[in-house]
């Protein structure tokens, strides 16, 4: 496979999308997005049957928390009471 652009607003879209809705495995081909060994990147309705075989189906579900590690590290440094406040935008401070 040739390299190309990916666009990145799109595949943020579909992440986000996937995680509100909780389809983090979408079977529907146009919502999947797929890798090759080379990290190319391509949307499930861009993939050719014949493709599908030298290409992996990438999960859609967050795989790095970044806030359980703070939570546990503030929870280790601030005093002890502190509150975890959440905004009306949702932004945690």
Do not use: W, Y
């Not at 599908?52 to 440094?77: C, I, M």
């Amino acid at each position: 496979m040739s390299a190309r652009n990916v666009d990145l607003n799109k595949l943020c879209d579909k992440m986000h999308e996937a995680q509100q809705t909780g389809d983090t495995d979408p079977t529907a081909k146009s919502k999947q997005v797929h890798v090759d060994r080379d990290g190319s990147v391509k949307f499930g309705d861009e993939v050719s049957p014949a493709e599908t075989r030298h290409l992996s189906r990438v999960q859609q579900d967050t795989f790095a928390d970044r806030l359980s590690d703070e939570a546990r590290v503030a929870g280790n440094k601030m005093p002890s009471g502190t509150k975890r406040i959440k905004s009306r935008d949702g932004v945690v401070a």
